[in-house]
Structures are given as C-alpha cells and as structure tokens.
Antibody, heavy 120, light 109 residues
Framework: QLQLQESGPELVKASETLALTCTVS??????????WGWIRQPPGKGLEWIVS???????YYNSSLKSRVTLSVDTSKNQFSLKLTSVTAADTAVYYC????????????WGQGILVTVSS | FLLTQPHSVSESPGKTVTISCTGS????????VQWYQRRPGGAPTAVIY?????PSGVPDRFSGSIDSSSNSASLTISGLRTEDEADYYC?????????FGGGTKLTVL
C-alpha cells in the first residue's frame, strides 16, 4: 500500500522559507508515470493546489504562487520537497503531499497533512 | 478559471442533497470533474471521478453529473446518513493547472 508522509518545521517565521518533504513508501517515486504534488488548506478555507511534478520532470505551478515555489525530487530517497519563500500569515495552512496517476484523474493518494503556522 | 460552490448545505437523514460546482469560464464539460469528501481531521478522498464514476467502495448513493447549459457539475447524495456530514470539494483542471472549488460544508441534521 502506497503511503505519503509530510515532514518539516511546523512553525516558520514571516519572510522566511517554508520547507517540507514528502516521503513515499510502498512504491517508487520514479517507477511510473505519476504526478506528485502539493496542496494546502488554510484554516477555515478551501483546498488550494500549489504545484505538481510529472515523474520525467515537467513541473506545473499555481500561477499565483509560482514566483515563490520550488519543487524538487530526490529519487534516491524516494522523496519530493516543497520550498515556499517569503512566507506571510496567509501561508499558514495544512499542507498535503499527493499523487495522481494521470493529470485528468483524481488524486488517489494523500499524505495525512502537516499544519504549518507562520508567525510574525 | 474558478469553480464556485455554495458555502454550505443542510438536509435531514434519509433525504437527498445536491451540491453544485459552477465554472467561471470555458465549458465545464471540456475536462473531467472530480469530487472529494473531507471529514474533520482527515485527508480528502474521492467520491466521484470523471464527472460521474464512483471509486471502488463508494456507495451508489453518491452520483455526479454535468449540466452544460448552466456550466456546472453536481454531486448528489441520496439516502443521507449522518456519516455523510463532511466538506465536499469539486476539482477540475486545464492543460497547466489543477483547480479546486471553495468547498461546501454538508450538515446532516
């Protein structure tokens, strides 16, 4: 059974960089044509897609966040990571990592989510 | 593009409820719409995919449809149960983006 697990600091200071890692177990991140991505949910608000990477390297960004987002993949560790720079209180959210088997298919695996709070 | 959902709906157990998801531009029928259920403290799970298909394990009380005339998708839940109380999100995509609706809180009372 595939499992995704987010990890990283749960408290980040405003203007600094949020950095999260998703560790994938039960399957190889590079074995097939999947999309790996990040989605967030601010408190009391809806889901917001942030970024996705196709296993061969194409990356797709939410245009409203693109200038601040970096997604990297470490196949040797079976991990992918999110960096979000210059954070503000508006970036406080539960961050989920995810997998899609196809761009047109639903997200079929989610991490449990990690609450990241941006403090002033 | 944006997907707009009602903020909340409520209905009694045993009844039927429909949640709408309206596209802001283009034809909502151009790409598939998925629907997710998110219970408090949990990650979302798909209850409808490709407009009207149910993942394995989702009861047939859940159904999805597309109405091109109103440029909207709908999730219908019949025979409501208390465990259906959750937040529901529609989601679609274009060539470069994945987009979620704002979510609808379903209260079963």
């Amino acid at each position: 059974q595939l499992q995704l697990q987010e990890s990283g600091p749960e408290l980040v200071k405003a203007s600094e960089t949020l950095a999260l890692t998703c560790t994938v177990s039960g399957g190889s991140i590079s074995s097939s044509s999947y999309y790996w991505g990040w989605i967030r949910q601010p408190p009391g608000k809806g889901l917001e897609w942030i970024v996705s990477v196709y296993y061969v390297g194409s990356t797709y960004y939410n245009s409203s966040l693109k200038s601040r987002v970096t997604l990297s993949v470490d196949t040797s560790k079976n991990q992918f990571s999110l960096k979000l720079t210059s954070v503000t209180a508006a970036d406080t959210a539960v961050y989920y990592c995810s997998r899609q088997s196809n761009w047109a298919k639903p997200i079929d695996y989610w991490g449990q989510g990690i609450l990241v709070t941006v403090s002033s | 593009f944006l997907l707009t959902q009602p903020h909340s709906v409520s209905e009694s157990p045993g009844k039927t409820v429909t949640i709408s998801c309206t596209g802001s531009s283009g034809s909502i029928a151009s790409n598939y719409v998925q629907w997710y259920q998110r219970r408090p403290g949990g990650a979302p799970t798909a209850v409808i995919y490709e407009n009207n298909r149910r993942p394995s394990g989702v009861p047939d009380r859940f159904s999805g449809s597309i109405d091109s005339s109103s440029n909207s998708a709908s999730l219908t839940i019949s025979g409501l149960r208390t465990e259906d109380e959750a937040d529901y999100y529609c989601q679609s995509y274009d060539s470069d983006n994945q987009v979620f609706g704002g979510g609808t809180k379903l209260t079963v009372l």
